[in-house]
């Protein structure tokens, strides 16, 4: 059983040798004290940036840091291979909170859903636009945001997995919509596939204020935040009046051990904006109402998704640092089998 183990706490960039791909014995069994436990084959692992700040030694926050000499774990799309749960059964597909290795037995089967495969939707659209990422979209932008038609809105990480559904619902809910990402690629995609109306590439338009001031002339009402740090700055100095800001993550701080404070958080008090932190996890009982509405919109072809796929777990290092640098365009998945 192939595995992918944290060796150590990092501090700064992760780098290659921060895992290790080390294989153990593999016995195809659940343990015998176990009940109601179910062993998986993992066949799609979820990169997420919320994995980074689990790898600092001082990490307290809603989820516990990884363990040294562990695997790591995260969101994934598994196979039943043996159950003793009678909710799962042998051949389920379902949708996991799972190590990063080829197998892994689900104590209890706890936080296991079957997926409905009458849907014919690719299963790795579970970890991305009817997974976590969709979901967080979906909380940000409706329940935090409440977009009005006619209003701009600006979404920075704007191609990544997240941000490429807020912009793609956001023009559904007929608002102006202004993205940044990190390459031409990324630019082109925005404007070319996911509907954006405008993009700039914030790794050569590097005076974020004077580009956020060119592609939204008329200010800033609504900002889906993933980046935070110069960016939020920014934001901040070009928000309108009364505007609403979702702080959905800061991709750009989790390589640091301190967040860096705007110099410019005032304007909160100034341009009476509302900044909201949030966190998809805290509004779970919408999902119904997302995966129907979502699934609707997949299926009218209102929306598309773009998935960045690595083969084999032996590439599932290469996947999460590539993530953390960007390389990734769309949703970064480790696909580590096929059935
Ligand atoms: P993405 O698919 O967008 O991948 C991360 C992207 O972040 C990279 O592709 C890169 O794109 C960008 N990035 C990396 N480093 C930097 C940097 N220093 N400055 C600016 N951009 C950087 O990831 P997700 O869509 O999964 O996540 C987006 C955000 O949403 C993250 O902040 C994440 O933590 C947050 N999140 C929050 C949740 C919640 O419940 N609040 C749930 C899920 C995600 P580029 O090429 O553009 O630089």
């Known amino acids: 059983n ?19 791909i080390r294989t153990s014995q593999l016995r195809l069994e659940l343990p015998e004290d176990g009940t109601n436990d179910v062993l998986v084959k993992n066949l799609y692992l979820s ?31 598994s196979k039943v291979v043996l159950s003793k749960n009678p909710a799962f059964k042998e051949g389920d597909y379902v949708t996991s909170f799972t190590r990063w290795e080829e197998y892994s037995v689900i104590p209890g089967g706890n936080g296991l859903k079957v997926i409905d495969t009458s849907e014919s939707v ?44 807020v912009g793609q619902l956001a023009k559904l809910a007929g608002l102006y919509v202004v993205g940044s990402a990190g390459s031409q690629q990324k630019i082109d995609l925005l404007k070319e596939k996911l509907g954006y109306d405008a993009a700039f590439n914030y790794k050569q338009e590097t005076d974020y204020n004077a580009a956020l001031k060119k592609y939204c002339p008329q200010g800033i009402d609504l900002c889906f935040e993933n ?31 301190e ?13 009476r904006l509302t900044v909201q932190g949030f966190l998809q996890s805290d509004y779970l009982h919408l999902q119904p109402q997302f995966i129907e509405k979502m699934m609707t919109y ?8 773009v998935e960045d796929l690595d083969e084999g777990l032996e590439s599932a290092v290469g996947a999460f640092i590539k993530l953390l640098k960007g390389g990734n365009v769309g949703k970064q998945i480790v696909r580590v089998a096929i059935n």
Do not use: W
């Open 259 to 271: 967040t860096a404070g705007a110099s410019n958080l005032s304007k909160i008090v100034t341009s």
């Open 122 to 165: 690719p299963l790795s659209y579970y970890l991305g636009c009817l997974g976590m990422p969709g979901f967080t979209a979906y909380v940000g932008l409706y329940e935090i945001l409440k977009p009005k038609q006619g209003e701009t809105i600006y979404v920075s990480a704007a191609s990544g997995a997240v941000g490429q559904l």
């Open 47 to 77: 990169a997420d940036p919320y994995m980074r700040p689990r790898m600092k030694e001082d990490y307290t926050s809603y989820i516990p840091p990884f363990t040294p000499g562990k695997p790591i774990d995260g969101y994934g799309v």
């Open 298 to 305: 997949l299926k009218e072809r209102k929306i598309v998704y």
């Open 227 to 257: 980046v935070g740090g110069k960016m939020l700055e920014a934001v901040l100095d070009n928000m309108k009046t009364y505007g609403r800001i979702a702080i959905c993550g800061m991709v750009s701080q989790y390589d640091k051990d």
């Open 2 to 20: 192939k595995q992918v183990i944290f060796k150590n706490y990092v501090v700064g960039k992760v780098k290659e040798s921060d895992l290790e």
